[in-house]
């Protein structure tokens, strides 16, 4: 059973200058490991965070940084939560996240349908 879907689109030159202009930014919407990457990657990571909170319901009281866009052996991105989103998961009975992020002409966007 679908529980949520969300999907965003995020301007990856737009999200850079507002992180150059806000350094501690980067603090606040990614993790450390998130950080790290470059720009077209963080992009499409905010987006998928985005994206996860609209399937959540956009409750509001979710922290950026308790869900990370993680590649597993295959290459293939997921999510990995906790915290506050995974207490809103519990909460919505959602046992699984399905992600798929795109990047092209400097546009990076992502889909989540969080499943129940």
């Known amino acids: 059973m679908i529980v949520g879907v969300g999907i965003d689109i995020v301007d990856v030159m737009r999200l850079t200058r507002h992180l ?3 350094p501690r930014l980067t603090q606040r919407l ?3 490991a998130e950080a790290l990457l470059g720009s077209e990657s963080l992009a499409g990571r905010f987006a998928a965070k985005e994206a996860l909170a609209k399937a ?3 409750p ?3 922290s950026w940084r308790d869900a990370e866009v993680v ?3 295959s290459g293939r991105p997921h999510l990995e939560v906790c915290d506050g989103v995974a207490a809103r998961c519990r909460e ?3 046992v699984h996240l399905h992600l798929s ?3 092209d002409a400097g ?3 992502a889909i989540v349908i969080a499943e129940g």
């Open 71 to 73: 590649r597993g052996p």
């Open 92 to 94: 919505l009975g959602v």
């Open 56 to 58: 959540l319901g956009n």
């Open 101 to 103: 992020l795109s990047h």
């Open 107 to 109: 546009l990076a966007s």
């Open 20 to 22: 150059a202009l806000a």
């Open 30 to 32: 990614f993790t450390p």
């Open 60 to 62: 509001g009281d979710l």
